[in-house]
């Protein structure tokens, strides 16, 4: 049995080994208790790994023909996020959205085999960390042209409320996003329809190269006001404010009443891309990882019950996912037929 997917009995996403609650119905837990900091840990541990393993294997060459983008640091926004989701909930997600796949509880398998090109990913291993789609999990899309899922998230949140669902739809962006036509279209619509949308824009302080002071006029959240949206700007590394931020928006996109625009403050640890040499980045800025983590803050705050029971079992999940999917084969080839001129 696949060591990947959502299913406790996989040996998969218990509590303790990290994931959110994918095959779950019951509510996530309270923000603050000893459950949320114990569910929140594991789930935030697994996202750490997962990515600081995907991000070993590209420096040791494994990952083919294209690029990786590595969310460490930014575990708590995806996490305080995703323990919220229900299984009728869907989920549009960024170039940066492994970390927002992991806390959505996808197969981990498929997951990672998709990122590294191999047969059994949920593309087959031909569409990679941006085209990730599994609509089992909700996950209606990681996305290589910034801003775009916003307008996705729209519809799809409409669709859901035309079927009689109570789901809502989640849609991550960066703060370079935000300065994109599309993600204001997406408001303004979602305001106007009052779909039930909860929009998630971490601000990690740069867009690609470019850091957000120089692209971005105020705040995030301030432009919630703009469109009449109800908005609120949390630390995005205290995964406390984000869960209880982002449950208070779930709880109003499922009473009907309307979208949410959340500014979650992350901090970017690595490069733009991994292998990025960052030399725009002041090596000061980069220095301050250690205050900034959110596992260290969650720590800080008290231990975690069962602490180094859930490092090992996180590991030993990874051993097997990425056992499974770096022993898979590699896509068939296809060829793309000449078109006529
Ligand atoms: C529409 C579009 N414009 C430009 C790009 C090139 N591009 C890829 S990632 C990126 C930066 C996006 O920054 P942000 O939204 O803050 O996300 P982050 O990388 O910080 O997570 C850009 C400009 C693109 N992929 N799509
Ligand atoms: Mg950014």
């Known amino acids: 049995m696949s060591a990947g997917g959502a299913t406790p009995a996989a040996g998969g996403a218990t509590p303790a080994a990290g994931g959110a609650p994918a095959s779950a119905a019951q509510p996530a837990p309270t923000p603050g208790s000893e459950a949320f900091r114990v569910a929140a840990f594991a789930a935030m541990v697994l996202l750490r790994r997962f990515d600081e393993r995907v991000c070993a ?13 590595s969310s460490i640091g930014q575990e708590a926004a995806a996490v305080g996020v995703g323990l919220q989701r229900l299984p009728q909930d869907v989920l549009l997600s960024t170039h940066r959205g492994v970390h927002h796949c992991v806390a959505w509880g996808a197969d981990l398998v498929k997951l990672l085999a998709e990122c590294f090109g191999f047969a059994g990913g949920f593309a087959g291993g031909l569409g990679g960390h941006m085209h990730i789609v599994d609509p089992d999990s909700g996950i209606l899309g ?3 042209i910034v801003g775009a ?8 949140a409409l669709g859901l409320r035309l079927q009689g ?3 809502v739809a989640v849609a991550f962006f960066g703060d370079g996003a935000a300065n994109t036509g599309a993600v204001h279209e997406a408001l303004n619509l979602a305001a106007t329809t009052a779909a039930p949308v909860v929009f998630v824009c971490e601000v990690n302080g740069f867009a690609e190269t470019t850091p957000t002071r120089a692209t971005t006029g105020g705040t995030v959240a301030e432009r919630g006001a703009a469109y009449g949206l109800p908005s609120a700007a949390v630390d995005g590394c205290d995964v406390h404010a984000v869960a209880e ?23 970017r640890q690595g490069g733009h891309w991994v292998g990025d040499p960052e030399l725009y ?26 602490e180094a029971q859930i490092r090992a ?3 030993e999940r990874l051993d097997a996912v990425f056992a499974d ?13 000449a078109v006529a001129t």
Not at 57 to 69: I, K, N, Q
Not at 245 to 267: D, H, M, Q, S, W
Not at 286 to 306: C, I, N, Q, T
Not at 325 to 337: G, H, K, N, W, Y
């Open 149 to 156: 899922g916003l307008p996705i998230a729209v519809g799809a």
């Open 165 to 167: 669902s109570p789901g």
């Open 325 to 337: 999917a770096f022993s898979q084969p590699r896509p068939e080839r296809v060829d793309v037929p």
């Open 281 to 306: 980045r002041d090596p000061e800025d980069k220095a301050r990882f250690p205050e900034r983590d959110p596992l260290a803050l969650l720590l800080a705050s008290g231990p975690v019950e069962g």
């Open 245 to 267: 931020a982002a449950a208070e928006a779930f709880a109003r996109a499922r009473a009907g009443k309307g979208p949410t625009l959340l500014e979650c403050r992350v901090f």
């Open 57 to 69: 294997a590209v420096g040791e060459g494994r990952l083919e023909g294209t690029v990786m983008h």
């Open 313 to 315: 079992q996180v590991e």
């Open 142 to 144: 990681t996305n290589g």
